[in-house]
C-alpha cells in the first residue's frame, strides 16, 4: 500500500551532522503523520519524532528535541530527519514509519515501516 525507503545513513563523526531521507511510494505521504524511530543494539525501538499531515505540529522525544529536526516535503513524497551534533549514544538503526498518532506521546504503532538504516556516530 506505501513502501517506505529510508536513506542518508551511514558513519558520522560526533559533533557532525547527518540527514535521513525517507521516499514514500505507492500512496501520497500527504494522507499520514509520519514519524522517525530507532533500535539501538540491545535496546527496543523508540521514538524519536513525528509529524502530522502538513507538517503543521511535530513533537520529538527529549532526548533528541534539540538536536534534531523532522521534516517533510509532501511535494516530493518524503520526509527528513537532521541529526546536528550526534553522539556515540545516537548510534542505531532509524526507520521512518508513516499512518500512526502523532502526539506529545511516544506512539510506536505506526502501519507501514522503513526496513531502516544504520547510523553509526564515531567518537
Known amino acids: 500500500q506505501v513502501r517506505l525507503v529510508e536513506s542518508g545513513g551511514g558513519l558520522v563523526q560526533a559533533g557532525g551532522s547527518v540527514s535521513l531521507s525517507c521516499a514514500a511510494s505507492?500512496?501520497?505521504?500527504?494522507?499520514?503523520?509520519v514519524g522517525w524511530f530507532r533500535q539501538a543494539p540491545g535496546k527496543e525501538r523508540e521514538f524519536v519524532g513525528c509529524t502530522t499531515q502538513r507538517g503543521s505540529s511535530t513533537y520529538y522525544a527529549d532526548f533528541v528535541k534539540g538536536r534534531f529536526t523532522i521534516s517533510r516535503d509532501n511535494t516530493k513524497n518524503t520526509m527528513y530527519l537532521q541529526m546536528n551534533n550526534p553522539n556515540p549514544e545516537d548510534t542505531a538503526v532509524y526507520y521512518c514509519?508513516?499512518?500512526?498518532?502523532?502526539?506529545?506521546?511516544?506512539?510506536?504503532?505506526?502501519?507501514?515501516w522503513g526496513q531502516g538504516i544504520q547510523v553509526t556516530v564515531s567518537s
Open positions: 505507492g500512496r501520497t505521504l500527504s494522507s499520514y503523520n
Open positions: 514509519a508513516a499512518s500512526g498518532p502523532c502526539t506529545n506521546r511516544p506512539y510506536t504503532n505506526y502501519d507501514y
